[in-house]
């Protein structure tokens, strides 16, 4: 089987970028009988992988649209592949060979939380991606059923692969010393409560801090915000700023994702309140690291939990500040959902993702 993987995005940021990455690992190591072409929009992503069944290519196209549509399928025809995967929200519409995209339906489920001329470009291609593709590859059954349901994709096109975490976090303890360098390096206090993200308006920033200002007026620990900025973040931020607790919320800038497993241990818990996630990879990342995980009980993350987490109602702050104060005071039911969590973590592997994830190739092919 000849693989062609559209890698346009690689130099993004996001929960996107990591399952890419991820599963690309993954696929190299697991299927060496297998070619998978790797199509890049930059220069700089050229050397990324090695290996024998591998082959990188430079796609030079003026605009998003002309390198998707154009110059994807004018060089998998040209390289005579068997399957063009796109990983990321969209594929070629004119091609001869069958295509698989991965999509997530946030922004159909919440449309009102994206930008206006983001929600045009969806409700408009989208239909038409999924109508060419041969598979649309959801993250959860959740995730599938909402992209039948608003996408109106094919039913019987629509599969789901549950996604993962990466192989560093299944890692043993390093230790006290490697968690005291890693405090040390992004001043981390003692003890906190950590949040994983992009902001954005699906995360439920202002409702967490609300919910956590409440909790700390108790506990007195720290609210400790790894992520980044994303689309219409400055309102979130401004209000965390502006807020009481202010002082006590802490942005220690970029994270280097090999330092994340220590991250996670050292924090008390993980809060992820969001109102919708496709997946939310920082919920079976907490799992494999022994961090208890409060999050949302809407959109896909009671599936992803599997009832290794605590779960809250994102639109209520009260029960959003129950469950923290309950997870962070009763010490016999954290260490019952930290053991659940590591119960649960094995099925997140990247391995088992990408197996399924070719079976899904190869049943579209025989």
């Known amino acids: 089987m000849r693989v062609g993987i559209m890698l346009r995005h690689l130099g993004e940021k996001g929960g996107i970028v990591t399952y890419t990455k991820n599963i690309l690992k993954s696929f190299l190591r697991l299927a060496p009988e297998h070619h998978f072409a790797l199509f890049y929009a930059s220069a700089e992503h050229l050397g990324s992988y090695a290996g024998p069944n591998l082959s990188e290519h430079l796609l030079p196209a003026s605009g998003k649209f002309a390198w ?11 390289l005579d592949l068997d399957l063009i995967f796109n990983p990321k929200l969209s594929v070629p519409l004119w091609a001869k060979q069958p295509r698989v995209l991965v999509l997530r339906p946030e922004q159909f489920v919440h ?28 993250p959860t059954a959740t995730a599938a059923q909402d992209i039948v349901r608003y996408v109106g994709s094919d039913p019987t096109k629509t599969v789901w692969v549950h996604e993962g975490c990466g192989d560093h976090f299944f890692a043993p303890d390093p230790g ?16 906190y409560v950590l949040f994983v993200g992009g902001i954005t308006p699906l995360k439920n920033f202002e409702r967490l801090v609300e919910a956590f200002a409440r909790v700390h007026e108790r506990h007195h620990l720290p609210l400790v915000v790894v992520g980044f900025n994303r689309w219409r973040f400055e309102n979130d931020l401004a209000f965390a700023q502006g807020h009481r607790a202010s002082p006590h919320i802490l942005f220690p800038g970029f994270v280097a994702d090999s330092d994340m497993p220590q ?18 990879i920082p919920v079976p990342e907490a799992f494999a690291t022994g961090c208890p995980v409060i999050t949302s009980n809407r959109g896909c993350s009671p599936e992803v939990a599997g009832g290794g987490a605590h779960l809250v109602d994102p639109f209520d702050i009260e029960d959003m500040a129950r469950g923290l104060d309950l997870v962070l ?38």
């Open 329 to 366: 005071t009763d010490q016999g039911y954290r260490q019952e959902l930290i053991a659940r969590g590591r119960q649960r973590a094995p099925h997140f592997q990247f391995d088992r993702c990408a197996r399924q994830t070719l079976e899904v190739f190869e049943q579209i092919l025989h």
């Open 263 to 280: 991250v996670y241990r050292l924090a008390s818990c993980l809060f992820f309140p969001s109102i919708y996630e496709g997946f939310g």
């Open 111 to 138: 449309p009102e939380l994206f930008k206006p001329l983001d929600r045009a470009y969806f409700k408009t291609f989208m239909p038409l991606y999924c109508r060419a593709a041969a598979r649309i590859l959801a």
């Open 176 to 191: 006290p010393q490697a968690l005291a360098e890693v405090r040390q390096r992004y001043g981390l206090p003692e003890r």
């Open 68 to 78: 998707d549509h154009w110059a994807v399928p004018r060089l998998a025809a040209a």
